[in-house]
Nanobody, 122 residues
Framework: QVQLVESGGGLVLAGGSLRLSCAASGRTFSSYAMGWFRQAPGKEREFVAA???????YYADSVKGRFTISRDNAKNTVYLQMNSLQPEDTAVYYCAAGRGFSKSDIRSYAYWGQGTRVTVSS
């Protein structure tokens, strides 16, 4: 069992930055792939970024070059550094842990946090 708690969301102006954190419980954190997904009002939850147990990273095209995912296994924490934020990045951001093959597929993740809201104003 893995429990995930996100933090770091908030209100930011377009062009600004935020860093999201996701703290995980459990001794096996380092063996999981960790992902960030987001869900905007009226839209389906979509993949943002993932980092595998071997530190391989994956990004949605819409965030490549602006967002960076990282993990600190000693702290059981995964981060999402978000730069050059735009209004279309406004969403609730969810952290997830899983061992599925496809890192961008929601079905690859068994554990989910409650989400943290990010609002980008123009």
């Amino acid at each position: 069992q893995v429990q995930l708690v996100e933090s770091g969301g908030g209100l930011v102006l377009a062009g600004g930055s935020l860093r999201l954190s996701c703290a995980a419980s459990g001794r096996t954190f380092s063996s999981y792939a960790m992902g960030w997904f987001r869900q905007a009002p009226g839209k389906e939850r979509e993949f943002v970024a993932a980092i595998n147990w071997d530190l391989g990273t994956y990004y949605a095209d819409s965030v490549k070059g602006r967002f960076t995912i990282s993990r600190d296994n000693a702290k059981n924490t995964v981060y999402l550094q978000m730069n050059s934020l735009q209004p279309e990045d406004t969403a609730v951001y969810y952290c997830a842990a899983g061992r599925g093959f496809s890192k961008s597929d929601i079905r690859s993740y068994a554990y989910w946090g409650q989400g943290t809201r990010v609002t980008v104003s123009s």
